[in-house]
């Protein structure tokens, strides 16, 4: 076998901005922000959700070697939900699930065949990075002789930026393809750069200028329920989104508020509290607009997904499959008219 790094020049790694700067490790923020941000935003960047390594190639096989340093377990999701990764085969409007690696717990260091013995037809591959776990390294090893080619361009130029919460990162899909920002991403045909933690994303003003470094075609600001009320929201809603838009003055913003949780079928408190929240996001849209910014939308998270929706929750806040999948297909259009 002869083993190929992932971040080797032949493959494009796309949603994982800082990877220069980070000299190839597969972190979501630069490795100063690590003085900067708290210490749980900071290990939740290591993990890459987002991250694709992206590639067309005639090989009859592909094999990987994945090393991750630690072993998640989480309720409420599988280990593929967070540990895996997924392989999608096609270009553009054609990308189709095919297999994923399986994680193992008896050592960091595993490998995996994705497949073998197939024709030696030029194909597109998308390989998913995982969710909710970190990736020290990803080694690839193709057939003896396969050509390595770039693969399709996106439609944009520049990546669509969602910064927001766990369920802006994946949780609980059962594999990173399953998340609505990468669902996004095959729909609209876009780099997406998931700046999604989970618990985590609240709006501080160092993530502000963080991302206000990007050159992004988009912001999509998915971090009201971070926030434990709708006055702690508040104090940095406004805030964050000027450092945004006093960067980058003509990229449009998307002010999204909070899916409507099944929690609240019955614990009252969770509907006020996105009720709340959602009055702040719409105000402070309002407020942008009367500032003459006409680059700005609001969407109201009930309107991609609500608490009747059958099947579509893990543990009452985080979508499954389905209402990831359904939260995409509702921001697809609206995304698309903005870029």
């Given amino acids: 076998m002869t083993w190929i790094a992932a971040t080797d020049p032949r493959f494009q790694v796309a949603g994982l901005p800082w990877l220069a700067e980070n000299r190839g490790e597969f972190l979501r923020l630069p490795e100063r922000a690590k003085a900067v941000v708290r210490p749980e935003v900071w290990s ?21 070697r994945v090393s991750h340093t630690q072993h998640i377990h989480m309720w409420n999701m ?16 054609q990308q189709r699930y095919w297999t994923g690696t399986t994680p193992r717990e ?16 030029l194909r597109e591959y998308t390989l998913y990075l995982p969710t909710y776990n970190d990736l020290t390294d990803l080694q690839i090893d193709l057939s003896p002789g396969a050509q390595v080619l770039p693969p399709s361009p996106f439609a944009l130029e520049r990546p669509v930026v969602f ?25 609209l045909n876009v780099e997406v750069v998931n700046q999604g933690y989970s618990g985590n994303g609240k709006g501080e003003p160092e993530m502000a200028a963080l991302l206000a470094e990007l050159n992004p075609a988009c912001y999509v600001l ?7 009320t709708a006055e702690e929201l508040e104090q ?7 450092t945004l838009r006093a960067a980058h003055p003509d990229v449009p913003i998307v002010m999204m508020s909070t899916i409507e949780l099944s929690l609240e079928l019955h614990q009252r408190d969770m509907k006020a509290k996105r009720l709340g ?16 910014d006409d680059r700005v939308t609001f969407v109201d ?30 921001l697809a259009p609206i995304l698309r008219s903005i870029l």
């Fill in 277 to 292: 929240q959602t009055r702040v996001i719409r105000e402070a849209f309002h407020r942008a607009i009367r500032a003459g």
């Fill in 44 to 64: 939740l960047a290591r993990m890459p959700s987002g991250g694709q390594v992206r590639f067309r190639s005639d090989t009859t096989s592909l094999r990987l």
């Fill in 163 to 187: 910064y927001g919460t766990s369920i802006t990162q994946g949780g609980c899909a059962t594999r990173p393809g399953n998340g609505y920002v990468n669902a996004l991403g095959r729909l």
């Fill in 78 to 93: 599988p280990r593929a939900g967070h540990s895996t990764i997924d392989l999608y085969v096609g270009g553009p409007g």
């Fill in 236 to 242: 940095v809603y406004y805030p964050f989104y000027r």
């Fill in 301 to 330: 998270g009930i309107w991609l997904l609500d608490a009747q929706t059958e099947g579509a929750y893990v543990d009452g806040v985080h979508p499954t499959d389905l209402g990831f999948a359904l939260m995409a297909q509702r």
């Fill in 222 to 228: 998915d971090f009201a329920c971070n926030n434990a």
């Fill in 106 to 121: 008896d050592s960091p260091t595993y490998e995996c065949l994705l497949f073998a013995d197939l024709s030696p037809e």
